[in-house]
């Protein structure tokens, strides 16, 4: 995949990812979307590369939990709002990131 794809013309490839960007409206979501395009386009990183996106998607996973905990604490917003939509989707976020971060950290061992 071509680095020279901007963000959104990366997210656009991924139909829901479009819908979640649009939902969310943030940069650090679009790059985190971005970023696990990419992955998924082109999965062969080399242990450098994969220790800078281990570190930088590890501070998006922990700002997208963080922000969920306090919608779900504070906020406390009603189902079938925008807010629960989004509050959900940053708990699932943080999960999907995690799981890709383990899966970078065992490449990076290993390759």
Do not use: C, W
Not at 8 to 20: A, G, H, M, R, T
Not at 63 to 90: C, E, G, H, S, W
Not at 95 to 103: C, E, P, Q, V, W
């Amino acid at each position: 995949m071509s680095e020279s794809k901007s963000v959104l013309e990366l997210i656009s490839e991924v139909d829901e990812f479009i819908e979640i960007s649009d939902l969310f409206n943030d940069e650090d979501m679009d790059m985190a979307l971005s970023k696990v395009v990419r992955i998924i386009a082109n999965p062969d990183i080399n242990p450098a590369a994969a220790t800078t996106a281990i570190i930088h998607l590890q501070g998006m996973s922990s700002k997208f939990y963080i922000q969920a905990n306090y919608l779900k604490n504070v906020v406390r917003p009603p189902a079938k709002t925008k807010d629960y939509d989004r509050k959900n989707m940053l708990f699932a976020m943080s999960t999907a990131l995690d799981n890709l971060i383990s899966a970078l950290k065992y490449g990076a061992r290993i390759g």
